[in-house]
T-cell receptor, first 109, second 119 residues
Framework: KQEVTQIPAALSVPEGENLVLNCSFT??????LQWFRQDPGKGLTSLLL?????REQTSGRLNASLDKSSGRSTLYIAASQPGDSATYLC????????FGSGTKLNVKP | GAVVSQHPSWVICKSGTSVKIECRSL??????MFWYRQFPKQSLMLMAT?????????EQGVEKDKFLINHASLTLSTLTVTSAHPEDSSFYIC???????????????FGPGTRLTVT
C-alpha cells in the first residue's frame, strides 16, 4: 500500500513568518500531487495541483514543489496570516488518491 | 473549477437503519469517483473507487456488503451505509476526477462532505 507522510504534525508560528510544510511518499510513480486545506468540521479546499511533469506551482503566497525522484513535496507559505490557520493535507495520486495525516497550522496574531 | 455536491450534508440515524449519501458532479462528467471516510482528528482514508457502469473497487479492510456503492451515471455516485452502527459515525467525503485543462493529468474535486451520526 502506498504511504504518504507529513511532517510536522502540528506547527505554531507568529504572524508574518515564512514556513514550510513537508510531504513524503513511498513510490515515485505518481500522476500528480495536490495540497489541500481543511478547516475544522469542513470539507477540503484545493490549494495547488502539481502534475508529475512539473516541479513547482505557485498561487499567491503559496508555492509547492515536487521532487519525484526523492519522493518529496514541500508547501511554502510566505508571510503567514492568522487566516492561514487550518490543517494542510498532501494527497498523492497513484491512480488513486492517498492522503497524508496532515499538518495542523496555527498562526498567532 | 469543477463543482461536486453531496447530499445530505449531515444525517442522524438510528442504529440498524440504512443511510444513502449522494455525490454529484455538477458541471462535468466523471467516469471515476472516490469515497473517503474521515474520523475525528484523522486524515482521509480511501474507502472505494466508484466506476460508472461497473462494480466499485474497495480498499482492503472495507466491507463491500456494508458500504454499497452505485455509480449509475456519469454525474452521480451513491454510498449506502447498511445496518449502520455507532462506529460508522464519521465524515464521508466523495471526489470526482476530471482532466486537467492543460497537460495530461487529472485533478480531483471534492464534495463538501456528509457528517453521519448513528445513535
Amino acid at each position: 500500500k502506498q504511504e504518504v507522510t507529513q511532517i510536522p504534525a502540528a506547527l505554531s508560528v507568529p504572524e508574518g513568518e515564512n514556513l514550510v510544510l513537508n510531504c513524503s511518499f513511498t513510490d515515485s510513480a505518481i500522476y500528480n500531487l495536490q495540497w489541500f486545506r481543511q478547516d475544522p468540521g469542513k470539507g477540503l479546499t484545493s490549494l495547488l495541483l502539481i502534475q508529475s511533469s512539473q516541479r513547482e506551482q505557485t498561487s499567491g503566497r503559496l508555492n509547492a514543489s515536487l521532487d519525484k525522484s526523492s519522493g518529496r513535496s514541500t508547501l511554502y507559505i510566505a508571510a503567514s496570516q492568522p487566516g492561514d490557520s487550518a490543517t494542510y493535507l498532501c494527497a498523492v495520486d497513484f491512480n488513486k488518491f492517498y492522503f497524508g495525516s496532515g499538518t495542523k497550522l496555527n498562526v498567532k496574531p | 473549477g469543477a463543482v461536486v455536491s453531496q447530499h445530505p450534508s449531515w444525517v442522524i440515524c438510528k442504529s440498524g437503519t440504512s443511510v444513502k449519501i449522494e455525490c454529484r458532479s455538477l458541471d462535468f462528467q466523471a467516469t471515476t469517483m472516490f469515497w473517503y471516510r474521515q474520523f475525528p482528528k484523522q486524515s482521509l482514508m480511501l474507502m472505494a473507487t466508484s466506476n460508472e457502469g461497473s462494480k466499485a473497487t474497495y480498499e482492503q479492510g472495507v466491507e463491500k456488503d456494508k458500504f454499497l456503492i452505485n455509480h449509475a451515471s456519469l454525474t452521480l455516485s451513491t454510498l449506502t451505509v447498511t445496518s449502520a452502527h455507532p462506529e460508522d459515525s464519521s465524515f464521508y467525503i466523495c471526489s470526482a476526477r476530471a482532466p486537467v485543462t492543460k497537460g495530461s493529468s487529472y485533478e480531483q474535486y471534492f464534495g463538501p462532505g456528509t457528517r453521519l451520526t448513528v445513535t
